[in-house]
């Protein structure tokens, strides 16, 4: 057990009572449709999540943990004690983690159903893949319209390396896909609360079955075995799709002709029109779309000095390569072309960028916007939506500079 899951593992035990109460089921009912609340006042980490660091991090809840913009620094690969948090329901007990490779994955949708155990899993491959991780809401608190959930700025990602063994291997091994697989579907492994409809809480979520090729199945995130807090035991792993998407403590795989009922899937996490229903003819929140934004200079260290100025961020385009990043300092009157700078670690992870630029004395508005491998060009303009999701509009994530 890794010194983050001890840690983990002796808070929650020590304060199981307070634990629970911080991790209840307010949170998910909140992002579900409750109104929506102000920004809260600072608040301890929760129990499972104490050994992160604090200074780098807004909680919004027990369930909610933003990244601060100033804390992202100019290294490619987000530091777990920073990474942001989002969960649908509260983490399982860190007992979990006790016996790892005890852990199983029920397999069905393959020609020879099974359950795995995670030891098991082990022994069939390996790789790491490096992918942005996203909350489908990261841009949220930038809508006027004040859609309900957590109102996360750019916060609600990071990007980070997983290691684990493909899904492809996975299925290999176990006689390749049944006929008629059109859909992946990850479902979790948390508690769910006794007295309701199974499908109306379970976090069960469905992909397309061409992301089968790219999907990993993870036990271990930025070189330590995975914690609680961000789906250990095992995690399902989708490149390039929102965070909902790669599931948490995963218990069972499955392919087949349909999606998901689960309410997560039917009703939850779409496209939907402002004013309208949710409903499943509506787009579900998958691939992410190109995006980009500034994590420095900001305001909060103050007026930043007359002179040469360093400006960097990072760029990603969910399934697709970063081609180039532009930087204005006017608010998009005008752009000058980012060096993409620090190792590129593949098409899902996301890439730093920089300009240097002289800056008098004066107030600036510093933007950035990405173009990726086939020619999309982050837009100036959110698409509006009833849950604000999917904000990439460059205008939305620009920053305000004062030079003295």
Not at 22 to 44: D, I, R, T, V
Not at 195 to 221: F, H, N, Q, T
Request: net charge positive.
């Amino acid at each position: 057990m890794s010194h983050d899951d001890l840690i983990a593992r002796r808070r929650v035990l020590g304060g199981a009572a307070t634990a629970l109460g911080a991790l209840g089921l307010s949170s998910w009912a909140q992002a579900q449709g409750a109104s929506p609340a102000a920004l809260p006042p600072a608040k301890p980490l929760p129990a499972y999540a104490a050994w992160k660091n604090p200074a780098a991090l807004v909680v919004h809840s027990g369930t909610t943990i933003e990244t601060r913009r100033s804390a992202f620094g100019s290294s490619v690969i987000t530091p777990a004690q920073q990474l942001y948090i989002r969960n649908n329901l509260p983490a399982p007990d860190a007992s979990i983690l006790d016996k790892r490779d005890e852990w199983t994955l029920e397999v069905s949708g393959v020609k020879q159903p099974r359950s795995l155990s995670l030891a098991e899993l082990k022994t069939l491959g390996l790789e790491t893949v490096a992918t942005v991780l996203q909350c489908s809401g990261n841009g949220r608190g930038f809508f006027p319209s004040k859609p309900s959930g957590t109102p996360w700025t750019v916060g609600a990602a990071g990007c980070v390396l997983w290691s684990g063994v493909p899904v492809r291997t996975v299925v290999a091994a176990l006689g390749g896909l049944a006929e008629g697989a059109v859909f992946l579907t990850g479902t979790g492994g948390e508690k769910l609360p006794e007295g309701v409809d199974p499908l109306s809480v379970v976090v069960e979520r469905s992909v397309p079955i061409k992301a089968l090729e790219d999907c990993l199945l993870a036990w271990e995130m930025n070189g330590e075995p995975l914690s609680l807090a961000h789906g250990g035991p095992l995690r399902l792993i989708v490149p390039g799709y929102q965070g909902v998407n790669n599931i948490k403590y995963i218990k069972r795989l499955s392919f087949g002709a349909s999606e998901s009922k689960a309410k997560i899937m039917a009703h939850g996490y779409r496209m939907t029109p402002p004013g309208a229903q949710t409903s499943p003819d509506q787009a579900s929140v998958w691939e992410m779309n190109v995006k980009s934004w500034i994590n420095g200079p900001t305001a909060d260290a103050g007026p930043v000095k007359a002179g040469r100025v360093q400006i960097h961020g990072v760029a990603f385009a969910g399934t697709k390569a970063i081609e180039r990043v532009e930087v204005s300092v006017d608010g998009g009157d005008s752009w000058h072309t980012a060096r993409l700078v620090g190792p590129d670690l593949g098409r899902f992870a996301w890439r730093q960028f920089a300009l240097s630029v002289q800056l008098p004395a004066g107030t600036y508005q510093l933007a950035s916007r990405a173009v990726d491998t086939a020619g999309n060009v982050q837009p100036a303009d959110r698409v509006e939506n009833a849950h604000g999701y999917n904000n990439n509009s460059w205008r939305d994530h620009a920053v305000k500079l004062v030079v003295a």
